[in-house]
């Protein structure tokens, strides 16, 4: 497999450990010029106040939006995690324990439900806030709900990571694993273009900068 960086100096690690670790998330071509495009089409636009901001406005946390009959963090956990256990009686539901593969960190991280689950949380890559801060608090009560219950927007990742970005945007902050940077900044990118918020200019900057940084697999 032949990859191919678009690399850059100045970013707090050489060039070539940067190419390494963003080797472990290659993307296509298309994926990288489609981001790219999705990027330039997103209004740029100062970020509105977060007055009235509050986690209710997005709904019950962890609704059951698909009826699936299960909640939206043990959809999240049973996808993201590997060597799943479910909880008996709980009707194939509630991930009991399991192993994530943080793309944050880069570390494996065991989950096992009790006083040490929060070792691995849910994390809206599109934070509740900064949504809020750039479109969303216009919306209705209920497609808040269905944005914070997309699993499209939704990761689970390591816990201390996930407090750490708190609602920062991407100007603020990106994965501490530079090799994730690049699906990152894709995944922020469609879900924004999905439900039509927009970016400032440092958020744009900075997500074009992880776009930048690619590693295409051909």
């Known amino acids: 497999m032949l990859l191919v960086g678009c690399l850059t100096v100045g970013l707090g690690m050489p060039v070539w450990s940067r190419a390494r670790a963003a080797a472990r998330y290659p993307v296509s071509a298309s994926d990288v010029a489609g ?3 999705a990027l330039r089409a997103l209004s740029v636009r100062a970020p509105a106040s977060d007055a009235g901001y509050d986690r209710s ?10 009826r699936n009959g299960c909640d939206t963090r043990n959809d999240v956990l049973r996808r993201d995690l590997t060597a799943v256990v479910l909880k008996a009686g709980a009707h194939g539901c509630v991930v009991q324990s399991g192993t994530l593969a943080d793309p944050y960190t880069g570390t494996t991280i065991r989950f096992v ?9 849910i994390d809206h890559v599109v934070a509740l806030d900064a949504a809020w801060r750039t479109g969303a608090q216009a919306w209705s009560a209920t497609r808040r709900e269905a944005f914070a219950n997309d699993p499209a927007n939704l990761l689970a990742v390591d816990g201390h990571a996930n407090q750490d970005k708190g609602a920062a945007d991407a100007g603020a902050w990106l994965p501490p694993d530079p090799g ?3 699906v990152y900044a894709m995944r922020q990118v469609r879900v924004k273009a999905a439900y039509g918020l927009w970016v400032t200019r440092t958020e744009r900057d900075a997500l074009a900068g992880a776009l930048d940084g690619c590693v295409v697999a051909r």
């Open 180 to 182: 994730y940077r690049c």
């Open 113 to 121: 439900r009790g006083s040490g689950s929060a070792a691995v949380q």
């Open 57 to 66: 406005r997005f709904g019950t946390a962890w609704a059951d939006i698909d």
């Open 35 to 37: 981001g790219q495009a």
